[in-house]
């Protein structure tokens, strides 16, 4: 069975400041990761994945995630945030085969400081 | 850009009272999903459907739920019964290929 750690529950950072989500997972065969952001009172949004190919992975506003495998890890990282980043992000992974069905972790909720 | 579309927003609902949340997928997806969230718990799997039938469901998923794609466009979650520990967020989600999934904004299930 896979299960995914998300060890911070939340994250205060100032803006313009650099920030990293932590995401481990454990897994006895392959993955694919994902990281979902929560606006308040929305749904859930792709922000990034790693499916196969290089180990780093970019969207399009500024976050970055690295695959380690060794380390069996996906940390999700910005290197200057804005307010507009306040939010729960959700770490994801998902086997790659059968039903890909998601298991989450608990979520970490960063709040951006003026 | 296409999306997933969930209705109603906010259900309230008794104790027992059967509740159908239904649920637009990405029109030309074909693996769809159900998800919970309790309020401060993490997203959790209940059900997936592929080619008109369940694929997979978690423990979550007893007999009280049930799922069904009526008119080929709505993904429909009906629980029969429902019960206090129902009340949560439940997202559905549609992917093409199963890999990457987009999630609808949810319905927030009050159960009195």
């Known amino acids: 069975a896979q299960s995914v750690t998300q060890l911070d529950s939340q994250v205060p950072v100032f803006e313009e400041a650099p920030v990293e989500l932590r995401c481990n997972y454990s897994s006895s065969v392959s993955v694919y990761l994902f990281w979902y952001v929560q606006y308040p009172n929305q749904g859930l949004q792709l922000l990034l994945k790693?499916?196969?190919?290089?180990?780093l992975v970019e969207s399009i506003n500024g976050f970055e995630a690295e695959f380690n495998k060794s380390q069996t890890s996906f940390h999700l990282r910005k290197p200057s945030v804005h307010i507009s980043d306040t939010a729960e992000y959700f770490c994801?992974?998902?086997?790659?085969?059968?039903?890909?069905?998601?298991?989450f972790g608990t979520g970490t909720r960063l709040k951006v400081l003026a | 850009e296409p999306e997933v579309t969930q209705t109603p927003s906010h259900q309230v609902t008794q104790m027992g009272q059967e509740v159908i949340l239904r649920c637009v997928p990405i029109s030309n997806h074909l693996y769809f999903y159900w998800y919970r969230q309790i309020l401060g718990q993490k997203v959790e799997f209940l059900v997936s459907f592929y080619n008109n039938e369940i694929s997979e469901k978690s423990e979550i998923f007893d007999d009280q739920f049930s799922v069904e794609r009526p008119d080929g466009s709505n993904f429909t979650l009906k629980i029969r019964s429902t019960k206090l520990e129902d009340s949560a967020m439940y997202f559905c989600?549609?992917?093409?290929?199963?890999?990457?999934?987009?999630f609808g904004p949810g319905t927030r299930l009050l159960v009195l």
């Open positions: 994801a992974v998902s086997v790659t085969s059968g039903t890909y069905k998601y298991i």
């Open positions: 989600a549609s992917s093409s290929q199963g890999v990457t999934q987009y």
């Open positions: 790693y499916l196969s190919g290089s180990t």
